[in-house]
């Protein structure tokens, strides 16, 4: 019986070990489409950005943001804490998170979300 433990053991240990190499691939290629993902939805220069509040932050407050980072309101979205600007600056997203911002994207990723304006 001793001898029987002792195989079962040394296939546990293979068993762990692999475990542990396909857990940490899964994690590294996780980190790496989460990495590649925030690099794809960095706005482009020239582009309208996607900035992100806090969502209980009143709308002054989001359109105090994206003014005192030198851009301009271009349209609201279906969510309220969420707002399209035209930066006027290189530095638009550098000033947006300085003022509070939580996240400046690429407006692109929200094109069917925004609110149509009245003509």
């Known amino acids: 019986m001793s001898s029987m433990a002792h195989i ?3 296939g ?3 068993g762990a070990r692999t475990g ?3 857990r940490a691939v899964a994690i590294y ?3 790496v489409l ?3 993902g925030l690099v794809e939805l960095q706005p482009r220069t020239g582009a309208d950005a996607a900035v992100l509040v806090s ?3 009143p709308a002054p407050a989001a359109a105090a943001i994206i003014a005192g980072a030198d851009g301009d309101i ?3 979205t279906r969510w309220p804490f ?3 600007a035209h930066p006027r600056s290189s530095q638009f997203a550098t000033a947006a998170y300085a003022r509070g911002a939580w996240f400046v994207f690429d407006a692109g990723v929200l094109a069917g979300c925004r609110l149509k304006s009245p003509q």
């Open 55 to 57: 969502p209980w932050s």
């Open 12 to 14: 546990d240990a293979r």
């Open 74 to 76: 271009v349209s609201a």
């Open 34 to 36: 989460l990495l590649l």
């Open 8 to 10: 079962s053991d040394g």
């Open 29 to 31: 290629a996780l980190g």
């Open 20 to 22: 542990v190499s396909r």
């Open 82 to 84: 969420i707002i399209i």
